[in-house]
């Protein structure tokens, strides 16, 4: 096997005059290829309908456009020759201004990130729905704010990876890569390979995480198979952490103007939002859909009837945007929420009072929010009172009045919020053994979720075999139908779907069989405990075992019943929208600016449970990274666009040490689905950093625009007052 390591630009913004490879020949260096050695292999960008068109090739050809693109690759014996060897490539650049500010990559005379557009606008969008410009004009109220979401790392436990192995006797291809959807990675190879996608092998094993920066297509994912055919020999590559912050996707990074137009009692009559997003040098997968999500999801739980929407996306010289665990819908939630929680502090009401007041009512759903958007099933006023209730919000109300004469700035802060989920359909491949067990092929991803075990829960339930006679497999394109992958939360709603209507569909086969072997109709079996029998005589029984021996004997079978206990299914769904409230209680030190995060509070509606303690685990991780987005993490930049905070010493995380005491609690209000399940993967990346945000701000009793809330940022809001 050989390895792999790319050559990557140092600079944001420049182009390349000339690369010298001959010195890395001389430092052991096998081959060193250059976009003069590779065809002109583009990777796919998102391709949006009302967008400016760009390129990116898989080597930088011309000119650079972001710190850490690529520029060469460099293949050897060992990682440590390669690492030395790509030490030794020579790239003459000419510098270029650099534009890392999207407002002002939007001014006149601004450098361009790609002059072929002459523009560095992506695209522009609006909507809207209802008088808008009458319910300001009659509002007695109108709350204006700007907030900046930050860009954030998506850092997950694994970098990227792949191990690609050509095969010259057949002309075919096998990937090991540490993706989120195998078979959209299996399309693309072979589209660029010029082989047929019978022809590519994807297999994505066990990784650590993903949180969406693992769907798009990069350039390492063709660099790797390519050359793997071009030197006849495997081909392994292995993201270094700092690669893993300068060359994989970011996310977030958005800007939102938000105004809301309200009654004294605080009744929302009307709402205006501009989103601006950066998303950085190329648009990688979802760069349009992020911010148009974040708009159309805007109105949140409430009941808004005039609204009007605009996004823009604007390229810099940053890393490419990409999902990051809720992929709009966090912006969304951040930007509605903080702004209802500005409006109560406006209006002397209280946060949770607000909120209730403007809540879609049970009986208006399904409910279409004017903008795109039908939310299927809610109750949010009962994940709220479940919330206060368990959070004795009444007692937390009066010891912080208790504590803040004492001169301790406590704050506690609530969120509500609402998210759409269950994007796209999901195929399940189940079979029924000969000795009776099973294999589920699921075309979902699942990359620490644990949706095999939730997967074997429902196949054991249907089928009546016991979880330790189960397999699920999956992230093999060799073994079951092309799938979408892990993304969206819908591992359970949809692929769960999937494999529980391939289960039935097989239990029905069984029903026919057993019917034919116990000379009973259909209409008299019943299906009890794993076992077939007809009502009312115990004795007349078969066992799933028996069945499946039997299915796989052509002379004991009805006549109009193939062999074989096998299904193939693809669950088409209907968006999901899940829901909940969370909680906050902060204490900030005044004199350093620290927030000492004490406790949070969740009620998640996620519809029907299938493990409760999947669902925990999702929530209880999704905090962490809510909680480092609203305290701890951002990328930072200097003036000529290098990244600042390529290493976990610069960009925090929260660890164990930093999570507070974590309550959790559900409503249950079903989805109109088989499973009656909704999604739980983004919850709390979607729900709780804004109700940290509003904590922190009522601690403050001052106005909060930028996170993350570091001690210096606290600091400097409180001194800057006391000026």
């Not at 969206?488 to 289960?503: H, K, M, Q």
């Not at 019943?561 to 088409?572: I, K, M, Q, S």
Request: proline share 6%; glycine share 8%; aromatic share 8%.
């Amino acid at each position: 096997m050989l390895y792999m390591h790319v050559v990557r630009s140092r600079y944001a913004h420049a182009r390349i005059r000339s690369i010298d490879v001959n010195k890395a020949y001389k430092h052991g260096a096998r081959a060193v290829y250059t976009y003069d050695d590779i065809d002109n292999v583009e990777i796919d960008l998102e391709p949006a309908e009302g967008a400016n068109l760009v390129h990116q090739r898989v080597l930088a050809t011309g000119k650079t456009r972001y710190v850490g693109e690529p520029v060469a690759v460099v293949v050897s014996d060992s990682l440590t020759n390669c690492l030395d060897a790509a030490e030794q490539v020579e790239v003459v650049y000419d510098p270029l201004p650099a534009v890392l500010d999207p407002f002002k990559a939007m001014d006149p005379g601004s450098p361009l990130v790609h002059e072929e557009i002459g523009t560095n606008v992506y695209f522009t969008w609006s909507k809207q729905v209802g008088n808008v410009e009458e319910s300001f004009s009659k509002a007695d109220v109108i709350v204006q704010t700007q907030m900046w979401i930050q860009r954030v790392a998506p850092s997950p436990m694994e970098p990227r990876c792949t191990v690609a192995n050509y095969n010259p006797s057949n002309n075919s291809f096998t990937l090991y890569a540490s993706s989120q959807n195998p078979h959209r990675l299996r399309s693309f190879v072979a589209k660029k390979l010029g082989v047929s996608e019978n022809a590519v092998r994807v297999i994505a094993p066990d990784v650590g995480g993903g949180f969406g920066s693992k769907l798009s297509i990069y350039p390492e994912d063709i660099l790797a198979p390519m050359l793997s055919k071009k030197l006849q020999k495997p081909i392994a590559w292995v993201e270094t952490r700092m690669e893993n912050f300068y060359a994989t996707a970011h996310g977030r990074d958005m800007h939102g103007k938000i105004e809301l137009a309200l009654s004294r009692q605080g009744k929302i009559k009307g709402l205006k939002a501009e989103i601006t997003a950066d998303i950085g040098a190329y648009p990688y997968g979802f760069a349009k859909a992020m911010p148009l999500t974040a708009c159309r999801m805007i109105t949140g739980c409430y009941k808004i009837n005039n609204a009007s929407v605009k996004a823009v996306g604007v390229f810099t010289n940053k890393t490419p945007i990409a999902p990051y665990r809720g992929a709009g819908r966090p912006e969304a939630a951040y930007f509605i929420e903080r702004a209802v929680e500005k409006a109560a502090a406006r209006l002397g009401i209280d946060p949770a009072d607000i909120r209730r007041i403007n809540f879609i009512k049970p009986d208006e759903f399904p409910y279409d929010n004017g903008l795109g958007m039908v939310y299927d099933t809610g109750d949010y006023g009962k994940a709220l009172d479940r919330l206060l209730t368990i959070s004795n919000y009444k007692h937390l109300r009066e010891k912080q009045t208790e504590l803040r004469q004492k001169g301790v700035l406590v704050g506690i802060g609530l969120s509500t919020y609402v998210e759409v989920s269950n994007f796209l359909p999901q195929p399940a491949y189940v079979r029924i053994e000969r000795d009776g067990s099973l294999f589920i092929y699921s075309g979902t991803s699942p990359h620490g979720q644990g949706g095999e075990t939730a997967f074997a829960q429902i196949a054991s339930d249907t089928l009546g075999i016991p979880l330790d006679k189960i397999t699920v497999a999956h992230s093999d394109t060799s073994l079951g139908p092309p799938g979408n992958g892990t993304a969206g939360s819908w591992t359970l709603a949809s692929g769960g779907n999937a494999v529980l209507a391939a289960c039935r569909r097989i239990r029905e086969k069984m029903m026919r069989i057993a019917a034919h072997m116990l000379e009973c109709r259909i209409e008299d079996l019943e299906f009890v405990d794993g076992v077939f029998r007809v009502r009312d005589d115990s004795g007349r029984r078969l066992s799933v075992e028996h069945i499946a021996r039997a299915a796989y004997d052509i002379n004991g079978l009805p006549e109009d019943v193939e062999p074989g206990l096998e299904a193939v299914t693809h669950y088409v769904p209907e968006l999901t929208f899940p829901f909940g409230a969370h909680l906050a209680i902060v204490e900030v030190d005044a004199e350093t600016g620290q927030v000492f995060l004490r406790k949070v509070v969740m009620v998640n509606d996620c519809g029907e449970v299938v493990n409760p303690m999947l669902v925990d685990g999702q929530v209880v991780g999704g905090a962490a990274q809510a909680i480092g987005q609203a305290l701890f993490e951002s990328l930072e930049y200097d003036a000529n666009g290098t990244l600042l905070t390529a290493s976990f010493a610069d960009y925090l995380i929260p660890t164990a040490a930093e999570m507070p005491d974590i309550l959790t609690d559900r409503t249950v209000t079903p989805a109109p689905n088989p499973l009656g399940a909704k999604g739980v993967g983004e919850a709390s990346t979607i729900g709780l950093a804004q109700a940290v945000v509003n904590a922190v701000e009522d601690a403050l009793g001052r106005s909060v625009e930028k996170t993350p809330l570091t001690p210096y940022m606290v600091w400097s809001i409180l001194h800057a007052f006391e000026k």
